[in-house]
């Protein structure tokens, strides 16, 4: 976790400063409230990173984060805690398990998950109750040690205790965390699975109890192995929306030449060992953007679903008195493709549902609109924080561009037919033409941009740093591009 992190931080201030853009300085911190964004998580004050044991009890989304309770930096890394029953209004709660400082010793809780353990498998439970059980990366830092330890909850998830057998699984190594643990019912039993992050592997354990867990298999290298691998979790997602036909996704968070980035497999999981059903050197990407990772899904989402959510990482500002804030939850399935099975992963249909309601119908609708048309008044009043809608009719040769906070500058969303791509900025990912027409769904809160296309075939996320007054939208391009027909939702 720390490792890779702190890399990519500095990397990002040496790349700033190659385009002359403004890194991060020292100093008295200026509030930056004109960055907060408005439906996505952020924490009320100080960092934040990996989201951590996704879980739903008692119809309440629990959201779990790494956090330093006491600083806007890295560091001090604990468990912070929110619930929400819509994914955008949020209820921040006390911090759900500190770091551990004792003499000899300093406990910093990084990444994990947590489970409802229904038949009290643990042992934790009381009075009938099931436990909430909390599995997590336990790193030492004076020992350079990385282990996994567990905690369970009698309170609903509010408060934990530690284990007193911890650590439930120690290889005495520096690098492996992470764990990420669901019920397998068909062979009665939890699984996990863990990073071993510089082998470039996904260890997977079983266990009975939460307590003593069993090496089955390991998966990896594969795909991109360039750099350590972190934050795995393994998932069954339907096929074509069909719930008798299952496939099972194995998803890795790593970093790529240009920052960081997630990737994930399609196989088949039998209980002990996952098989990759794509050659092991395919590379499959979640998010073609700069800011994407670390995510993992709630697996007990209404209706069945399996919703993902991740950690968009920081740009090229400094805000305060919060520093790092989470994607817009994505709901996740296969579909059948021309290239074969892929990930689709649309903004979660429980916000987008909901979005006349979110925005106090505060809606903007217009329909062919040819490009050249300026449409600020239409997000003039939203100050960055939208939803969009569009349906572009293009042809072989044309593309269609929106720009986004635009003003002294701008941001580049849009389409490119020449080439099948989606793009934002110089960031691209492949995207086909259906029946003539793109679909192009674009998330501006402040300081992020999602960008989907196609209901989630491609995705690019970014940060986005907005200077006063550049709060415009034009649709610009060269060709004869029509948008058929875009809605502007006011979520300011």
């Given at each position: 976790?720390?490792?890779?992190?702190?890399?990519?931080?500095?990397?990002?201030?040496?790349?700033?400063?190659?385009?002359?853009?403004?890194?991060?300085?020292?100093?008295?911190?200026?509030?930056?409230?004109?960055?907060?964004?408005?439906?996505?998580?952020?924490?009320?004050?100080?960092?934040?990173?990996?989201?951590?044991?996704?879980?739903?009890?008692?119809?309440?989304f629990n959201l779990y984060y790494q956090h330093n309770p006491f600083e806007n930096k890295w560091g001090h890394m604990s468990w912070g805690h929110a619930t929400s029953t819509d994914l955008v209004h949020w209820e921040s709660l006390p911090v759900a398990i500190p770091e551990v400082v004792t003499p000899d010793t300093t406990t910093w809780i990084y990444s994990g998950s947590a489970v409802l353990d229904k038949s009290n498998s643990s042992g934790f439970g009381v009075g009938g109750k099931a436990p909430v059980v909390a599995i997590f990366t336990a790193d030492q830092p004076k020992q350079k040690k990385e282990s996994q330890?567990?905690?369970?909850?009698?309170?609903?998830?509010?408060?934990?205790?530690?284990?007193?057998?911890?650590?439930?699984?120690?290889?005495?190594?520096?690098?492996?965390?992470?764990?990420?643990?669901?019920?397998?019912?068909?062979?009665?039993?939890?699984?996990?699975?863990?990073?071993?992050?510089?082998?470039?592997?996904?260890?997977?354990?079983?266990?009975?109890?939460?307590?003593?867990?069993?090496?089955?298999?390991?998966?990896?290298?594969?795909?991109?192995?360039?750099?350590?691998?972190?934050?795995?979790?393994?998932?069954?997602?339907?096929?074509?929306?069909?719930?008798?036909?299952?496939?099972?996704?194995?998803?890795?968070?790593?970093?790529?030449?240009?920052?960081?980035?997630?990737?994930?497999?399609?196989?088949?999981?039998?209980?002990?060992?996952?098989?990759?059903?794509?050659?092991?050197?395919?590379?499959?990407?979640?998010?073609?953007?700069?800011?994407?990772?670390?995510?993992?899904?709630?697996?007990?989402?209404?209706?069945?679903?399996?919703?993902?959510?991740?950690?968009?990482?920081?740009?090229?500002?400094?805000?305060?008195?919060?520093?790092?804030?989470?994607?817009?939850?994505?709901?996740?399935?296969?579909?059948?493709?021309?290239?074969?099975?892929?990930?689709?992963?649309?903004?979660?249909?429980?916000?987008?549902?909901?979005?006349?309601?979110?925005?106090?119908?505060?809606?903007?609708?217009?329909?062919?609109?040819?490009?050249?048309?300026?449409?600020?008044?239409?997000?003039?009043?939203?100050?960055?924080?939208?939803?969009?809608?569009?349906?572009?009719?293009?042809?072989?040769?044309?593309?269609?561009?929106?720009?986004?906070?635009?003003?002294?500058?701008?941001?580049?969303?849009?389409?490119?037919?020449?080439?099948?791509?989606?793009?934002?900025?110089?960031?691209?990912?492949?995207?086909?033409?259906?029946?003539?027409?793109?679909?192009?769904?674009?998330?501006?809160?402040?300081?992020?941009?999602?960008?989907?296309?196609?209901?989630?075939?491609?995705?690019?996320?970014?940060?986005?740093?907005?200077?006063?007054?550049?709060?415009?939208?034009?649709?610009?391009?060269?060709?004869?591009?029509?948008?058929?027909?875009?809605?502007?939702?006011?979520?300011?």
């Amino acid at each position: 976790m720390k490792k890779n992190r702190m890399f990519l931080l500095a990397s990002l201030v040496v790349a700033l400063q190659a385009v002359g853009q403004e890194a991060p300085t020292q100093g008295t911190p200026v509030p930056t409230p004109q960055w907060r964004p408005r439906y996505h998580f952020s924490p009320p004050k100080n960092w934040t990173n990996d989201p951590n044991g996704l879980i739903v009890l008692d119809g309440k989304f629990n959201l779990y984060y790494q956090h330093n309770p006491f600083e806007n930096k890295w560091g001090h890394m604990s468990w912070g805690h929110a619930t929400s029953t819509d994914l955008v209004h949020w209820e921040s709660l006390p911090v759900a398990i500190p770091e551990v400082v004792t003499p000899d010793t300093t406990t910093w809780i990084y990444s994990g998950s947590a489970v409802l353990d229904k038949s009290n498998s643990s042992g934790f439970g009381v009075g009938g109750k099931a436990p909430v059980v909390a599995i997590f990366t336990a790193d030492q830092p004076k020992q350079k040690k990385e282990s996994q330890f567990i905690a369970y909850s009698n309170d609903g998830g509010l408060h934990y205790k530690l284990y007193d057998g911890d650590p439930v699984i120690d290889l005495n190594m520096r690098d492996f965390r992470d764990p990420n643990v669901f019920w397998y019912e068909p062979a009665k039993r939890w699984i996990m699975t863990v990073a071993m992050v510089n082998q470039h592997q996904v260890r997977i354990y079983g266990s009975t109890d939460l307590k003593h867990w069993d090496k089955l298999s390991d998966f990896g290298p594969a795909g991109l192995a360039k750099n350590g691998w972190e934050c795995p979790s393994l998932l069954p997602l339907t096929v074509d929306g069909d719930a008798k036909k299952i496939k099972w996704v194995l998803f890795v968070s790593c970093f790529g030449d240009h920052g960081p980035l997630m990737q994930y497999y399609i196989g088949d999981f039998d209980g002990t060992t996952f098989t990759n059903s794509n050659p092991a050197d395919q590379a499959m990407f979640v998010d073609h953007g700069s800011c994407f990772y670390a995510a993992i899904a709630w697996r007990d989402a209404p209706a069945g679903k399996k919703i993902l959510i991740g950690w968009l990482q920081n740009g090229s500002r400094e805000t305060y008195p919060w520093k790092g804030q989470m994607s817009i939850p994505r709901d996740l399935s296969l579909k059948t493709t021309p290239e074969g099975l892929r990930l689709y992963q649309p903004p979660t249909s429980l916000i987008a549902g909901s979005l006349t309601g979110l925005s106090k119908g505060r809606v903007i609708e217009k329909a062919k609109v040819t490009m050249g048309t300026d449409l600020s008044y239409a997000v003039r009043k939203a100050e960055n924080a939208y939803w969009l809608d569009a349906e572009v009719a293009v042809g072989a040769s044309d593309s269609v561009v929106f720009e986004v906070a635009a003003g002294t500058s701008a941001v580049r969303v849009g389409y490119d037919a020449p080439t099948h791509e989606l793009f934002v900025n110089g960031m691209r990912a492949p995207l086909r033409v259906e029946q003539g027409k793109v679909r192009l769904q674009i998330l501006l809160d402040k300081s992020s941009l999602e960008v989907f296309g196609n209901g989630g075939e491609a995705a690019i996320s970014t940060m986005v740093y907005p200077e006063a007054g550049d709060l415009g939208l034009r649709v610009s391009g060269a060709s004869k591009a029509v948008v058929q027909s875009v809605k502007i939702w006011n979520l300011n």
